[in-house]
């Protein structure tokens, strides 16, 4: 069995920062994409940043200079550092891994979710 557990979020001011984690555990082969998506209610969950297995990286538009996803190996662990948060930024921030577990069955799975408020 794997889990996928977030931390991190919280109410921030505009301009300032958070770093979100997600640790994952359990059963686990092999760790291949992870990825941060967020949602606003009424919404579409949208992709954020994704992260390869070897350490590339992409971002969404409204994340590139201001957004950074890093992962921890040895960890299983993947993080998102968010600087000059704006409001628009508010949302639940989600953690996904696309893995293979130790019967090398292959999914992915999410995290619960960690809200993440910018005041202006």
């Known amino acids: 069995q794997v889990q996928l557990v977030e931390s991190g979020g919280g109410l921030v001011q505009a301009g300032g920062s958070l770093r979100l984690s997600c640790a994952a555990s359990?059963?686990?082969?092999?760790?291949?994409?992870m990825r941060w998506y967020r949602q606003v209610p009424g919404k579409q969950r949208e992709l954020v940043a994704v992260i390869s297995s070897g350490g590339s990286t992409n971002y969404a538009d409204s994340a590139k200079g201001r957004f950074t996803i890093s992962r921890d190996n040895a960890k299983n662990t993947v993080y998102l550092q968010m600087n000059s948060l704006k409001p628009e930024d508010t949302a639940v921030y989600y953690c996904?891994?696309?893995?293979?577990?130790?019967?090398?069955?292959?999914?992915?799975?999410w995290g619960q979710g960690t809200q993440v408020t910018v005041s202006s």
């Open positions: 359990g059963s686990i082969f092999r760790i291949n994409a």
């Open positions: 996904n891994a696309h893995l293979t577990d130790r019967t090398y069955y292959t999914d992915n799975y």
